[in-house]
C-alpha cells in the first residue's frame, strides 16, 4: 500500500448468500435505507456506505449481490466477484471482507465462507439471523467454529437494534491487525489468486463444512414448519395459481377503492388552493402562471399519491413476506410457455412500480438471451407513472357501477383490464422475441425459496414514507420545472386582436399541438393531446399535468370549476379516450427507462430497437381502438 | 464427475433421479451426473450449480410441492433449506430411498 492510500478509510466488504441480510446489517452499520427484501436477488449492484466504528476510526463499507459462489453465473454475481478480487479498475481488494451467513442455513452458506478463505484474505465472519436461528432451535457454538475457521466469528441480529454491536467491535480488531499485515506485506494489494472451482473443489469444500457443522453445531434446527403448511396452500398447483391471480386482482381493485377517498381530499385541498390564489392575487400573467400552469398541473399530478402508495404497499408486503420467490415457482411453467425465465417474475413485478428498477432486477438472470427478453418487455408492464392517466381517463369515461353486488366497481375492472392487456402484450412480445432473436433453451430454475417472514410494519411504513418522499420530490421539481415551462410555451404569444378562439390556440404549444395534429389524427387524438405527449416522454405522469394546464387555460369563466375529468368528458368522444388509453397501454417508454436499458446493454441498440418497437406497438393499437370504436359507437 | 458409474440414461441401475420423485418422497443424494441432461450450460456447469445449492452426495431430500402444469417444477427440501427447481434438471440428481 502506497503512503497515500493509508490516508483513505479503510474498505470493508460485505459478502454471503443471497438473501442472508448483507443489506440489512449494511443499513444497521451505515444508517442508509438501502432495499432490503424477503427474497434472493435484492441488491443488484453495489452500494457504498459509510460508518464510524466504536474507536473512532472512519470505515467504508460495500455492499455487495448475494451469490453462492464466487464463479459469477450473472451480472449481479460478477459485481461481488470482482470487488471480492479487486478486479475493479482502480481499485484494490477490500481491505477486510465480512462474511455474512444465514445462522438457520449454515451447510449452504459455510461453504462460499470457505471458498473464500482461501483467498488469504482477512475474514470476518458475521453469522446472521441469530434470532431466527434460536427460533429454531439452532445451537451453534460460535467460539469453536471461530478456532475450527480460524477466524473471528461474531452473531448478529441485523435487524434488531444493536443487533451488530459485536461485528463493530469485531471490525476494530480486525482492522488494526489487517493495517498491521498490510503494512510488512506489500503483494496484499495485487489481485489475489484465486481460480474457478472445479466439481472436485466443491465436493472439497462440502466435506469440509460438514466437518465444521459436525464439530461446532450441536443441532441444526427444524426446519420452519409455518412455512411449510402455508406453502402446502400457496404452492398448491390450483389454489396456489388462483391465489396469485387474485392477489394480483385484489391490488389493481385496491389501487381504486382505497385511494378513492385521500384522493377526494386533495382534490378539495388543490383547488382550495386554486380558488385563494385567484381570489387574492389580481388578474393577470403571475396569477394564470401560479393557478393554470403550477396548481392545475402538480395539483393534477400530486392528486394520485394514494394510488401509488396503494400500489407500493402492497409491493413492499409481497416482497417482505418472501411471495416473490414463490410467484416466481408457480408461474415458471406458464411463463415457459412464451419462453421466459419464472425469475423473470420479480423484474416484472417492479416494473409496475417503475420500469428502471424492474430493468435493473433483470440482472438476476443469468443468461443473456432471457435477460435481454426480459428487460424488452418490462417497460410493457404498466409503471405507476402511467397509473395517473389511466386513472383520469377512466374517471373522464367509465361510469361508476358496481359489479357482482357491489363487491368490484367498473373503474377498478376497466383498471384491470388495461394492467392485463400490457401484461398480455407483454407475453406475446417475449414469445415472439424468443421465437426469433432470443432463440435458445431456458436457463435451469435453481431458486431458493425463502422462509416467510411476517412484514414488519414499520418497514412498510419507512418504505412507503421513502416513495412519498421521491413522489414528491418529482412533482416539485422535474414536473413542477415542466410545468412552468408548459404554461409558458401554453400562454405566450398571446392571442392576436379579435380573435375568437381561447389564447391557447395562438401560443407556441397550439402550434406545437396543430403541428403534430395532421400525425396523430388518424389514431384521434387533439391537438392538446398532442402536446402532452411530448413532456410525457420525460416523465410520464406530466401529460396529465399538461392536460391540467391546457384545460384550464382555454376553460371560460363558468367552466372554471369543473374538475378536468369534467373537462375531458365535455370535449372529447369516447373512442378519442380509449385510444389514448390503448396508448399508454404500451406508451413509447420515458427517458430514464430508456438510458437503463442503454446502460444495461451497453449500447443504444436495444433502446433503440425498444422505442421503435414500443410506438410501433402504441400507434397500431391506438389505430385499431380508434376506428374499431368509431365505427360501433 | 461424480465417481459413481451410470449408465449413458443418466440414471443408476436400481436407482431413480430426483426428476422422477413424487410429492412427499423423501430420498438420499448419491450422486450428481449431468450427462443426459439437456441444458443450455457449458459441460460441467450443471453439476457444480447443483452442488453449490447444497445438491451433493449425502443431502436429504423431500419433495415438498409441485408446481402447475405437468407438475413441474417442484419445490423440495434440501436439509435445513427449500429449493425450486424443473423436473428436467433434477434428472441431474441421483437418489436413493432414505434411510
Ligand atoms: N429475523 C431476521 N431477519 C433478518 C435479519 N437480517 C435480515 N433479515 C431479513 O432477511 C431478508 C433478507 O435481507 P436482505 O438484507 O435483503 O438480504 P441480502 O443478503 O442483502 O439479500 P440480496 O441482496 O438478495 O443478496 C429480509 O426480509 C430481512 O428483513 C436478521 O438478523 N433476523
Ligand atoms: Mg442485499
Not at chain 1, 400552469?293 to 400500489?311: D, R, T
Not at chain 1, 404497499?313 to 416466481?328: D, H, W
Not at chain 1, 438476476?364 to 435477460?371: F, K, L, M, P, S
Not at chain 1, 433502446?607 to 368509431?630: D, E, W
Request: charged fraction near 15%.
Amino acid at each position: 500500500m502506497s503512503v497515500l492510500d493509508s490516508a483513505l478509510p479503510p474498505r470493508i466488504a460485505l459478502v454471503g448468500n443471497p438473501n442472508c441480510g448483507k443489506t440489512a446489517l449494511f443499513n444497521a452499520l451505515t444508517g442508509s435505507r438501502q432495499k432490503v427484501a424477503n427474497y434472493p436477488g435484492v441488491t443488484v449492484e453495489r452500494k457504498i456506505g459509510h460508518f464510524v466504528s466504536p474507536l473512532g476510526r472512519r470505515v467504508q463499507v460495500i455492499d455487495l449481490p448475494g451469490t453462492y459462489s464466487l464463479r459469477a453465473r450473472s451480472p449481479d454475481e460478477e459485481v461481488t466477484r470482482d470487488v471480492v478480487l479487486g478486479r475493479f479498475s482502480h481499485e484494490d481488494s477490500p481491505d477486510l471482507l465480512v462474511c455474512v451467513a444465514d445462522a438457520t442455513n449454515l451447510r449452504l452458506n459455510l461453504r462460499l465462507v470457505v471458498e473464500l478463505k482461501r483467498l488469504g484474505r482477512p475474514i470476518i465472519l458475521a453469522l446472521n439471523m441469530m434470532d431466527a436461528a434460536e427460533k429454531r432451535g439452532c445451537r451453534i457454538d460460535a467460539a469453536a467454529l471461530s478456532a475450527a475457521l480460524g477466524v473471528p466469528v461474531v452473531p448478529t441480529v441485523a435487524i434488531r437494534r444493536g443487533g451488530v454491536q459485536p461485528l463493530l467491535e469485531q471490525i476494530d480488531g480486525a482492522m488494526a491487525m489487517a493495517s498491521d499485515a498490510a503494512a510488512d506485506a506489500a503483494e496484499n494489494s495485487a489481485p489475489c489468486g484465486w481460480s474457478e472451482p472445479s466439481s472436485r473443489d466443491l465436493r472439497a469444500y462440502h466435506q469440509e463444512v460438514e466437518g465444521l457443522l459436525a464439530g461446532c453445531v450441536a443441532d441444526a434446527g427444524l426446519p420452519p414448519l409455518a412455512t411449510r403448511r402455508v406453502d402446502a396452500v400457496l404452492l398448491h398447483p390450483v389454489f396456489g395459481l388462483a391465489f396469485l391471480f387474485l392477489v394480483l386482482f385484489l391490488m389493481f381493485q385496491a389501487v381504486f377503492a382505497w385511494a378513492e377517498a385521500p384522493m377526494n381530499l386533495i382534490d378539495g385541498a388543490v383547488s382550495g388552493l386554486k380558488d385563494w390564489v385567484a381570489a387574492t392575487l389580481p388578474d393577470g400573467a403571475l396569477r394564470s402562471l401560479l393557478t393554470d400552469g403550477i396548481i392545475a398541473g402538480v395539483g393534477s399530478v400530486v392528486i394520485f399519491l394514494p394510488q401509488i402508495l396503494v400500489l407500493f404497499f402492497f409491493i413492499l408486503v409481497l416482497e417482505a413476506t418472501g411471495y416473490l420467490a414463490r410467484a416466481a415457482f408457480l408461474l415458471d411453467r406458464l411463463m415457459g410457455g412464451v419462453g421466459l425465465h419464472g425469475r423473470a417474475f420479480i423484474p416484472l413485478l417492479s416494473s409496475f412500480a417503475c420500469a428502471v428498477p424492474g430493468v435493473m432486477a433483470a440482472r438476476t438472470i443469468e443468461n443473456r438471451a432471457d435477460r435481454l427478453a426480459t428487460i424488452m418487455i418490462a417497460p410493457l408492464m404498466t409503471c405507476s407513472a402511467r397509473l395517473p392517466v389511466y386513472t383520469l381517463l377512466i374517471a373522464a369515461f367509465v361510469p361508476d357501477r358496481p359489479l357482482l353486488g357491489g363487491l368490484v366497481g367498473l373503474p377498478g375492472l376497466v383498471m384491470f383490464a388495461l394492467y392485463a392487456a400490457g401484461i398480455l402484450s407483454a407475453l406475446a412480445v417475449a414469445f415472439v422475441l424468443k421465437g426469433t432473436v432470443f432463440k435458445g433453451a431456458r436457463e435451469p430454475l435453481l431458486m431458493e425459496l425463502p422462509a416467510y417472514r411476517l412484514p414488519n410494519p414499520r418497514d412498510i411504513a419507512l418504505g412507503l414514507f421513502e416513495r412519498a418522499k421521491v413522489f414528491l420530490a418529482r412533482a416539485g421539481t422535474t414536473i413542477f420545472a415542466l410545468m412552468i415551462v408548459m404554461w409558458f410555451l401554453a400562454s405566450f404569444p398571446g392571442a392576436p386582436e379579435g380573435a375568437t378562439e381561447p389564447a391557447i390556440q395562438y401560443s407556441i404549444a397550439g402550434m406545437i399541438g396543430h403541428a403534430l395534429e395532421p400525425l396523430l389524427a388518424p389514431i384521434g387524438f387533439t391537438w392538446q393531446i398532442a402536446v402532452a405527449l411530448v413532456p410525457g416522454i420525460a416523465a410520464r405522469e406530466v401529460a396529465v399535468g399538461v392536460l391540467g394546464t391546457i384545460y384550464a387555460l382555454s376553460e371560460s369563466g363558468d367552466a372554471l370549476q369543473s374538475s378536468l375529468a369534467g373537462a375531458l368528458a365535455a370535449s372529447w368522444s369516447l373512442p378519442t379516450a380509449l385510444s389514448l388509453l390503448a396508448w399508454y397501454v404500451f406508451a413509447p417508454q420515458c427517458v430514464a427507462t430508456l438510458s437503463v436499458v442503454k446502460r444495461e446493454t451497453n449500447g443504444w441498440f436495444w433502446p433503440a430497437v425498444m422505442f421503435a418497437y414500443m410506438i410501433t406497438l402504441a400507434y397500431g393499437a391506438s389505430f385499431i381502438t380508434y376506428r374499431v370504436a368509431s365505427a360501433l359507437l | 464427475m461424480s465417481g459413481h458409474p451410470t449408465p449413458e440414461t443418466g440414471q443408476s441401475p436400481g436407482g431413480r433421479h430426483l426428476g422422477e420423485l413424487k410429492k412427499g418422497e423423501r430420498a438420499r443424494v448419491t450422486g450428481v451426473d449431468e450427462r443426459g441432461v439437456v441444458t443450455t450450460l457449458p459441460e460441467g456447469e450443471l453439476e457444480r450449480r447443483m452442488i453449490e445449492m447444497g445438491l451433493v452426495e449425502g443431502s436429504h431430500v423431500e419433495v415438498l410441492h409441485e408446481a402447475f402444469p405437468g407438475r413441474d417444477p417442484i419445490a423440495i427440501r434440501v436439509n435445513e433449506h427449500t429449493l425450486a427447481l424443473r423436473r428436467a434438471e433434477a434428472r441431474a440428481v441421483l437418489v436413493a430411498p432414505a434411510a
